[in-house]
């Protein structure tokens, strides 16, 4: 399986020898830039949704990505074995028994211990993590393994600039995902359910609406938006088994930088992590680009120096 560009390789942690981009591959870089950022949009996104809802920051947000990549690989086979399952069933059966296991661990692991407060809760998270960082080192060892694009054939190009396919289902499913998330927020019972949970779980309780279900619930759809992320992931980069932290920090760092309680911002900080990334790793000498981790760290401290909030303008309301 071939790494289509060297910014994609910098998502795992693994730096090539070579960053110095000439001006020329830009409009390359910048693309590569925007479909990592719509992989940090979407596990941004699972952490704004737990957090919205249930007050805590899921560190397992990468591993639940992880573990749909990996899921997507057993069943479609490493680098698309013709004797597994249609790549389609495979990314379904992935991301329905990621959610699955996403609403038990909370069940099982998370809700019971909630009265401990959200520092507990998230040091489980963080325990989970691990969990399933080993389940996943077990079997697979610390290969990596790579997947078939979701659509065979030569990279396509657009004004001069060549792009793998598997790109335009990675944008294409971020989009559409984003789409059904606002839709199933502002025109389904559940989303509207979620949102009162979000607002004011107390006065959710009265009107009837079992908080406690919508926290499984949170957790579930979490999980399901990190499995589907790590599913469209696989075929452009190598999986393996602690690829789910540096997804983690890239993911906190881009819900962040979107102002944490916004989707949208959390989309636009993926994006814009991607491409910042993305120019930051193509365009330094290869001794500083050696360090590229450090990129999302350093973003951090300077969104929270500079701008709080992060991109997006928010109304803080204050109730008396």
């Known amino acids: 399986m071939r790494v289509t560009t060297p910014v994609r390789a910098s998502m795992m942690g693994w730096m ?36 919205n ?7 397992a947000v990468g591993d639940f990505l992880m573990a749909g990549a990996m899921l997507t690989l057993l069943f479609a086979g490493p680098n698309g074995d013709p004797h597994r399952l249609p790549l389609a069933l495979a990314v379904l059966l992935a991301v329905v028994i990621v959610t699955a296991a996403g609403a038990l661990l909370e069940m099982l ?23 399933l960082e080993g389940g996943a080192l077990i079997p697979t060892g610390s290969l990596t393994y790579g997947l078939r694009p979701f659509t065979s054939g030569p990279a396509v190009s657009i004004a001069g600039v060549l792009l793998p396919r598997q790109d335009f289902w990675i944008v294409g499913s971020t989009l559409l995902v984003m789409g059904l998330l606002w839709y199933g927020a502002t025109r389904t019972r559940t989303g ?17 609406i079992r908080v406690d279900r919508y926290w499984t619930i949170a957790f579930a759809l979490g999980a399901l938006l990190a499995a589907f992320a790590g599913a469209i992931l696989v075929p452009v980069t190598y999986a393996t088994y602690n690829m789910g932290i540096p997804i983690t920090l890239k993911a906190f760092v881009a819900w962040v930088l979107g102002g944490v309680e916004s989707p949208v911002g959390a989309v636009a900080g993926g ?19 050696n360090y590229g981790d450090a990129v999302p760290l350093l973003l951090l401290i300077v969104v929270l120096v500079v701008r709080r909030r992060g991109l997006t303008r928010q109304t803080v309301v204050t109730r008396v």
């Open 16 to 51: 090539p020898t070579l960053f110095a981009a000439g001006i020329g591959q830009l409009p390359e870089t910048l693309a590569s830039g925007i479909v990592n950022g719509c992989v940090y949009a979407l596990a941004a996104v699972s952490l704004l949704v737990v957090y």
């Open 53 to 59: 809802v249930t007050g805590v920051i899921n560190f």
């Open 109 to 131: 692991v998370i809700h019971p211990r909630r009265q401990y407060g959200t520092i507990f809760l998230l040091i489980l998270t963080i325990g989970i993590s691990s969990l």
């Open 192 to 208: 509207k359910a979620l949102r009162a949970c979000e607002v004011n779980p107390t006065a959710a309780r009265l009107v009837g």
């Open 271 to 289: 994006v814009s992590f991607g491409v910042l990334e993305a120019v930051v790793l193509g365009y330094s000498p290869a001794s500083v680009a």
